[in-house]
C-alpha cells in the first residue's frame, strides 16, 4: 500500500464539474493498494498518516500533527500509484490491486480515518478525477508499507 502525501492549505476533487469533497488545512492523501494488501497493512499506514508530525509549530519546526492543528483529511484513491516501468515507455499496472480488493481497502481506510479525524472527506472510487491543491511548503511525504 502506498500514500502520497502532501501538507495543503486547501485541497478539493471534482467529478464532471461537480466538487466532491473539499478541505481546507490539512492533508490530501493519494492511495495505492496492491493485491497482497490486508487490512492490517491499512491499519499500519492509516496509523502513521494520523500521528505524522508535518505541520509547524510556533518555532516553525515540523513538531505537530494533524490533530494538534484540528486539520482536515481529502482521501483520494489512485491506483497508478502503482505503475511499472520498467519496460518501454507505457507503464503497467499489474502490480495495482483488483478493484474489487481496492475499493474495499479504500472504504476501509476511510472509516478508520474518520474514527481519529472530525473532517475527512473523499474522492469518487474509479472515477475520472480533477485534483486541485495548494501545496504547503511544498511538503509531500510517501509512505510505502514495504519500507515502514
Same mark, same amino acid.
Given at each position: 500500500?502506498?500514500?502520497?502525501?502532501?501538507?495543503?492549505?486547501? &485541497?478539493?476533487?471534482?467529478? #464532471?464539474?461537480?466538487?466532491?469533497?473539499?478541505?481546507?488545512?490539512?492533508?490530501?492523501?493519494?492511495?495505492?493498494?496492491?493485491?497482497?494488501?490486508?487490512?492490517?497493512?491499512? #491499519?499500519k499506514l492509516v496509523r502513521k498518516l494520523t500521528g505524522?508530525?508535518?505541520? %509547524? #509549530?510556533?518555532?516553525?519546526?515540523?513538531?505537530?500533527?494533524?490533530?494538534?492543528?484540528?486539520?482536515?483529511?481529502?482521501?483520494?484513491? @489512485?491506483?497508478?500509484?502503482?505503475?511499472?516501468?520498467?519496460?518501454?515507455?507505457?507503464?503497467?499496472?499489474? %502490480?495495482?490491486?483488483?478493484? @474489487?480488493?481496492?475499493?474495499?481497502?479504500? %472504504?476501509?481506510?476511510?472509516?478508520?480515518?474518520? %474514527?481519529?479525524?472530525?473532517?475527512?472527506?473523499?474522492? &469518487?472510487?474509479?472515477?475520472?478525477?480533477?485534483?486541485?491543491?495548494?501545496?504547503?511548503?511544498?511538503?509531500?511525504?510517501?509512505? #510505502?508499507?514495504?519500507?515502514?
Amino acid at each position: 500500500m502506498r500514500f502520497v502525501i502532501q501538507r495543503v492549505t486547501q &485541497s478539493s476533487v471534482s467529478v #464532471d464539474g461537480t466538487v466532491i469533497g473539499k478541505i481546507g488545512k490539512g492533508l490530501l492523501v493519494l492511495i495505492g493498494v496492491a493485491e497482497e494488501d490486508t487490512e492490517e497493512t491499512a #491499519d499500519k499506514l492509516v496509523r502513521k498518516l494520523t500521528g505524522l508530525r508535518v505541520f %509547524e #509549530d510556533e518555532n516553525g519546526k515540523t513538531n505537530l500533527s494533524l490533530a494538534d492543528v484540528k486539520g482536515e483529511l481529502l482521501l483520494i484513491s @489512485q491506483f497508478t500509484l502503482y505503475a511499472n516501468c520498467k519496460k518501454g515507455n507505457r507503464p503497467s499496472f499489474t %502490480e495495482a490491486g483488483s478493484p @474489487q480488493k481496492a475499493n474495499a481497502l479504500y %472504504e476501509y481506510i476511510i472509516a478508520k480515518c474518520r %474514527e481519529n479525524v472530525p473532517i475527512v472527506e473523499t474522492g &469518487s472510487f474509479g472515477a475520472e478525477m480533477k485534483v486541485s491543491l495548494v501545496n504547503d511548503g511544498p511538503f509531500t511525504v510517501l509512505l #510505502d508499507s514495504e519500507k515502514i
